[in-house]
């Protein structure tokens, strides 16, 4: 991985960040709550306490996270392992429906649970639909093992990082693009899909779309990211498949709401 590439990477991750107006936590730092009883906390803005909002969310939002995981699990496209931590706590939110700007294809996104949290191996960003119940956005991080040997180690402000390729500790390690968006599309009920370039003149990390045989674990080491257009989705606008390498551990996002995605 190249510094100029590492740099863009950071800059994209800031930029998505600041759209969605979400504090990132650290990956073993779940807000400390007690369990689904515990009082959610909620963020200010378009994220916060709104008209018609439930009184108390917080237990139905992890049940229902759980209850998702575990179907995808099911489904083959998630490592049995994933899991959440009672123990860790979460961090719970209630959203209303929004529909983001052109950095985002003007995906709407509906009203919705949004939840963190995880285990010492594993940390979840997921976002559940109010009205289906199905997961329509998730973030998966996987720390990798001490055994493991890091594939590249790169210098970067007087500081050593090394990044591994542990996705197979996320998904199984020969997952396909389209087979993952496969089971994606029968998950949320859509029809065909088609992958789209990506092309923006906000960014300079345009690229084209991956190729459907390429293994998620592959994705890093040339297009990381897949924008997929589904039929009975929002008419041009794509979800995504996105995979990425951090200092010590790997990340798989997929879903809604990603800039230029």
Not at 71 to 95: H, Q, R, S
Request: hydrophobic content about 40%.
């Amino acid at each position: 991985m190249s510094r100029k590439l590492l740099a863009g990477l950071l800059v994209m991750i800031a930029l998505c960040v600041l759209f969605l107006q979400i504090d990132t936590p650290e990956i073993k730092a779940p807000q400390p709550v007690s369990g689904a009883a515990a009082e959610p906390e909620v963020n200010d803005g378009t994220q916060g306490v709104y008209a018609g909002a439930e009184e108390d969310y917080a237990e139905k939002a992890i049940e229902l996270a759980k209850r998702e995981i575990d179907v995808l699990k099911k489904l083959g496209l998630l490592k049995p392992e994933i899991a959440f931590d009672d123990n860790a706590g979460y961090y719970t939110n209630e959203a209303p429906e929004v529909t983001l700007d052109r950095y985002f294809y003007g995906r709407t996104l509906p009203e919705r649970y949004e939840l963190r949290g995880g285990n010492e191996k594993y940390y979840l960003d997921v976002m559940i639909d109010k009205s289906s119940e199905k997961l329509i956005f998730a973030s998966i991080e996987a720390i990798a093992d001490e055994s493991l040997e890091p594939v590249s180690e790169e210098n970067f402000d007087g500081q050593t990082w090394k990044f591994y390729d542990n996705f197979s500790d996320i998904v199984p390690e020969d997952m396909t693009v389209g087979r993952f968006c496969d089971i994606l599309g029968d998950y949320w009920g859509f029809g065909p899909y088609s992958f789209m370039d990506r092309y923006d003149d906000a960014y300079s990390m345009d690229m084209d779309a991956p190729e459907g045989t390429t293994l998620i674990g592959d994705l890093p080491n040339g297009n990381y990211f897949a924008s997929v257009i589904y039929e009975g989705d929002q008419e041009g606008v794509p979800m995504y498949v996105q995979a990425m390498q951090f200092p010590g551990r790997v990340c798989l996002t997929f879903g809604e709401s990603h800039a230029v995605g």
